[in-house]
């Protein structure tokens, strides 16, 4: 369309960043997670949501 710019990863990830207030960005590199990085994570997100619904969390326990 006329007026749009096709941006590659890094430019996207620039605009988005200078959108939510980010400026002077010197860096900004994309990467792509692998299926086991993806699974790991996924897993790590599953077992927090768990422990949450629980009871347990991050905030708990200390200096009782």
Sequence with gaps: MPGEELLGAE????HIAQLHGHRDIS???????????????????????????RGIHWATGGAN
């Excluded at 430019?11 to 620039?14: D, F, L, N, T």
């Excluded at 993806?38 to 997100?45: I, P």
Aim: hydrophobic letters at 45%; charged letters at 35%.
């Design 11 to 14: 430019g996207a990830a620039a």
């Design 27 to 53: 860096d900004i590199r994309m990467w792509q997670e692998s299926a086991a990085e993806r699974d790991a994570r996924l897993a790590q997100l599953r077992h927090e949501e768990a422990q949450e619904a």
